[in-house]
Nanobody
Framework: QVQLVESGGGSVPSGGSLTLSCAAS????????LGWFRQVTGKERERVAT???????SYVDSVKGRFTISKDSAKLTLYLQMNALKPEDTAMYYC???????????????????WGQGTQVTVAS
């Protein structure tokens, strides 16, 4: 059984940094695409960053150069380092896992079968 538990959210001023963590269990690292999504109330869930089983990463344009996705395979933990945060980054952030080794087979939220409970990130203007 796959379980994902996020932590690390909080409130920061504009320009600040946060690191989100996602502890995974029941995941075989070599068989899963892992990702971070975010959602604002009333809007669709947005893919922020993904990482393949081989470590290849991908980012939505709005966070390129500011966010970094990484994973510790030994600890089965996914991270999202967020720098230069902007008010528009304010959202609930979720980690997710899809049963594909490559994230190119999981471009949208409905491709991900497993989700964490979410962690709130608030960036003050």
């Amino acid at each position: 059984q796959v379980q994902l538990v996020e932590s690390g959210g909080g409130s920061v001023p504009s320009g600040g940094s946060l690191t989100l963590s996602c502890a995974a269990s029941g995941v075989i690292d070599s068989e899963y695409c892992l990702g971070w999504f975010r959602q604002v109330t009333g809007k669709e869930r947005e893919r922020v960053a993904t990482i393949d089983s081989d470590g290849t990463s991908s980012y939505v344009d709005s966070v390129k150069g500011r966010f970094t996705i990484s994973k510790d395979s030994a600890k089965l933990t996914l991270y999202l380092q967020m720098n230069a945060l902007k008010p528009e980054d304010t959202a609930m952030y979720y980690c997710a896992a899809a049963g594909f080794s490559s994230c190119r087979y999981a471009p949208i939220a409905t491709d991900y079968a497993y989700w964490g409970q979410g962690t709130q990130v608030t960036v003050a203007s």
